[in-house]
């Protein structure tokens, strides 16, 4: 059995439904994220594996024990909020020193422990102030000393980077990735950023609207995914998903066949579906390609440049890696990398090549 199981869990708030039917296996070694928009039941799962809300349907089971209907404190969990929710009227090493406290660890062990958690996450000289007189950064740090201190089964974390500004959020990032290697046992982690779920996780569970719709390693997620929901969720900028119409394995878009026969695909579509292509699989071409367009806007982020081309109805997302030598306005063509393109039908649910079966 895996360390942590849901089976079938399923949460409603009065009419709301906000977790329908997930099922999740979590080993002991994962650093495990649920991703997805906000709204779509993160954080009330976290709350159902923490005991901090109970499943109408399904069980719940952590370390091979049935805890479904377990109160928080017997199920050995840590968690850290969004708002780190530290104690104002103590001081640091009082609030990191607190889970050990409760449970009446001898005082010697607890002063040994503080210091190691504090000096491996670099807030040693901050023991002695109170919470108000540090900064978000350190505040957050504090947060996750005071969850790492304890040896609980399973530590939850629910966007606790999201507070921070985006240069200490990447940095925290790495510091979490590096903790989490060192801690001993699985890591429930939330976020709505895709970054980060890539980063971060040896899986994640794609959500959408209270369910699961996807449990994959972030390449199979990014390379694999089950349907548009998921594809244009995941990469910056995302895939790029394109109306067009299926006459046998050809694909009209915009206007244009394209010819599909090569991609091997188990079935195509009859008529209307969608295509999709990463930025980084298409290729512009002032002269010649396969579809004709204009360039809408072109941005530079430094390493990478994001060219966005407009084709009649639709606009199309490309990364470049070397100097653009187009400005707005500009006709070019397109070339979609054949081996890089995704077919999905009518409901949007991708269609699988004959070597994934
Ligand atoms: N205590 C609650 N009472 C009523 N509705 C709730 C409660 N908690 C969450 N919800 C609803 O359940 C859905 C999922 O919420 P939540 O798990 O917080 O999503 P996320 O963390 O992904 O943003 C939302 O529609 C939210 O409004
Ligand atoms: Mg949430």
Not at 80 to 97: D, G, S, W
Not at 149 to 157: E, G, R, W
Not at 216 to 234: H, L, M, Q
Not at 305 to 315: F, G, P, R, W
Request: glycine share 6%.
């Amino acid at each position: 059995m895996s360390w942590i199981v849901l089976e079938n869990v399923t949460k409603r708030f009065s009419n709301v439904v906000a977790v329908q039917s997930v099922s999740l296996q979590i080993e002991k070694q994962d650093f495990f994220t649920l991703l997805g928009p906000s709204g779509c039941g993160k954080t009330t799962t976290l709350r159902l594996i923490a005991g901090l809300e109970f499943p109408d349907e399904g069980r719940i089971y952590i370390a091979g024990r049935d805890v479904t209907m377990e109160l928080p404190k017997h199920r050995n969990v840590a968690m850290v909020f969004q708002n780190y929710a530290l104690y104002p009227h103590m001081t640091v090493r009082e609030n990191i020193a607190y889970p050990l406290v409760v449970r009446k660890i001898p005082k010697d062990e607890v002063r040994k422990k503080v210091a190691f958690v504090a000096e491996s996450l670099q807030i040693s000289e901050l023991l002695d102030r109170y919470p108000q007189q540090i900064s978000g950064g350190q505040q957050q740090r504090v947060a996750l000393a005071r969850a790492v201190i304890q040896t609980p089964n399973v530590f939850l974390l629910d966007e606790p980077l999201s507070n921070l500004d985006a240069k200490l959020r990447i940095e925290a990032r790495s510091f979490l990735k590096r903790l989490s290697m060192e801690l001993g046992t699985s890591v429930v982690y939330v976020t709505h950023d895709q970054s980060e779920a890539m980063a971060l996780s040896t899986k994640i569970a794609v959500m959408n609207q209270g369910r699961v719709l996807q449990v994959g390693t972030p390449r199979e997620i990014y390379d694999k995914p089950i349907n548009t929901f998921v594809a244009s969720f995941i990469g910056n900028p995302p895939m790029n998903i394109i109306e067009c119409y299926f006459d046998g394995s050809t694909c009209v878009l915009e206007g244009r066949r394209i010819d599909l026969s090569e991609l091997s695909l188990v079935a195509f579509p009859r008529g209307k579906g969608f295509i999709g292509i990463r930025p980084e699989n298409v290729l512009l071409d002032a002269k010649n390609g396969e579809i004709a367009g204009e360039v809408y806007v072109v941005e530079p982020l430094g390493f990478e440049t994001i060219v966005t081309v407009k084709i009649n109805s639709c606009s199309v997302k490309v990364l470049v890696f070397e100097d653009v030598p187009y400005k707005t306005g500009d006709k070019v063509f397109l070339r979609l990398r054949k081996d890089k393109l995704h077919v999905f039908d009518e409901n949007g649910v991708r269609i699988l090549r004959r070597d994934e079966l």
